[in-house]
């Protein structure tokens, strides 16, 4: 019975923490345009850095992201809040060698960037955040 509630509390979207959990909302032009969904494995790692590289030009920092998701994790909150870097969905479960391939050959230009940009690495930094608050 126990396992039904939880489930339950998931499926309704209730927090399951005491506290509400603030929903991180992408700004404008944050949201992918581009589907790597039809490009091959070869045409991601040609095409997708240099995607970054246009959207790095334009101020947009992003990492792709797909798959499962819950919504975003404290890091994540914490990367979009301390240093605009949002985390965007750009596939579920169903992935082809394009969408995988194209979002590590982005993400790849992304943390290279930021990690020059700070001089750190604030993955890492927002790692430790969130052990910290799941202390």
Avoid: H
């Avoid at 019975?1 to 700004?27: D, K, Y």
């Avoid at 479960?93 to 969408?99: A, L, R, Y």
């Amino acid at each position: 019975m126990r396992r039904i509630a939880c489930l339950l509390l998931v499926m309704t979207g209730l927090p399951l923490a005491a506290e509400e959990v603030e929903q991180i909302v992408l700004p404008e032009g944050y949201r992918m345009e581009q589907s790597f969904a039809e490009w091959s494995k070869e045409q991601a790692q040609d095409k997708a850095p240099q995607l970054a590289k246009e959207d790095l030009k334009k101020g947009i920092t992003r990492i792709l992201v797909f798959g499962l998701r819950r919504g975003e994790s404290p890091s994540e909150r914490y990367l979009a809040k301390t240093y605009g870097v949002y985390f965007v969905p750009i596939a579920g479960c169903c992935v082809t060698d394009g969408i995988i391939e194209g979002a590590k050959a982005y993400n790849e230009v992304v943390e290279a960037y930021l990690k020059d940009l700070y001089k750190k690495d604030i993955f890492e930094e927002a790692s430790k955040v969130e052990q910290k608050l799941n202390e």
